[in-house]
């Protein structure tokens, strides 16, 4: 790149391939890549960066694939900085970088019920985005606000009840940087809250490729279907039984495969490029429409030039 970035604090890095930042370990480079020391940093960096640049926030690359070209402009991944996890009353505060597991388990040593997030990969500010959740519980039954930082420098506190969330959606500022979110949660007994997670867990890894590599559910749930935890959950209708009656349980192209332990995970099963990943994606799209009529929307968020 030709322009002249703001000089940060944190470290901004150019050309900075991001294949190895992402759970699928795909992707070419981004132009930049900011790690801000601090919010204050972030801040004063959005403030003098040029309007023009585009920015776009990467947490831990849990649901992401990043095309084989990289991303133009500024690629932002917070660190140390923004991983704080804070319990007041019945309030758990935490940084956008701080990992969901994480919180989750602070939050049980004090007694909170945000056991839901256990099993869900990557950070908060992801988590928040796209109002992620499992066994019935999503992060808009608990979330109370955020914070971020706006794409021009100013700092947001923003109620959840202003970012529309709905199933793996959210309506956040355009550019802005989640920095901080607080949630409410129920009080319950260290103990049991432990036990909880720990069949969470089992339940996941009996089911999941957490072995694998992969970024999580691939497909969006179609609309009421999603996984309630409950024993009289219906199945019918979930993305994993589309694919697979589909027949596109295990199917391959190139490195690229879907599960065959969880037919809604895609991975990376043997050098597979972002371009093979994402291909397998629109075929397994194409194949559950011919066959069932449903039109399944991706979850896993894709970004860059091909």
Request: glycine share 10%; charged share 20%; with cysteine.
């Amino acid at each position: 790149m030709t322009q002249t970035l703001p000089t940060p604090r944190g470290a901004l890095t150019p050309n900075r391939p991001l294949a190895d930042l992402t759970w699928l370990r795909v992707g070419g480079p981004a132009d930049w890549l900011f790690q801000p020391a601090d919010e204050q940093d972030l801040a004063d960096f959005l403030a003098a960066l040029d309007p023009a640049i585009p920015v776009f926030p990467m947490g831990v690359g849990s649901n992401l694939i990043v095309r084989d070209g990289g991303i133009r402009g500024v690629v932002i991944r917070l660190g140390r900085g923004f991983n704080a996890i804070e319990i007041a009353g019945e309030t758990v505060t935490a940084g956008a970088a701080a990992l969901d597991a994480h919180v989750a388990r602070r939050a049980a040593e004090s007694g909170l019920d945000l056991t839901f997030l256990r099993t869900i990969p990557g950070s908060i500010g992801g988590a928040v985005r796209m109002n992620a959740g499992c066994y019935g519980s999503y992060v808009a039954d608990h979330l109370v606000s955020v914070r971020a930082v706006a794409r021009d420098g100013g700092l947001l506190d923003i109620p959840a009840a202003d970012l529309a969330l709905a199933y793996r959606h959210s309506e956040l500022p355009p550019g802005c940087v989640l920095t901080r979110a607080t949630f409410r949660a129920n009080r319950g007994e260290p103990a049991d809250l432990a036990a909880k997670m720990q069949d969470q867990l089992a339940r996941r890894d009996a089911s999941q490729p957490t072995r694998d590599r992969s970024a999580g559910s691939t497909f969006r749930n179609p609309a009421g279907y999603s996984s309630t935890g409950r024993a009289d959950d219906s199945h019918d209708l979930k993305a994993w039984s589309l694919i697979d009656a589909a027949g596109l349980r295990g199917h391959r192209l190139g490195g690229a495969q879907m599960s065959e332990k969880h037919p809604n995970f895609l991975l990376n099963a043997n050098g597979a490029t972002a371009a093979e990943l994402e291909a397998l994606g629109e075929l397994v799209r194409d194949r559950v429409r011919e066959s069932s009529g449903h039109d399944l929307a991706w979850e896993v968020i894709r970004v860059g030039e091909p």
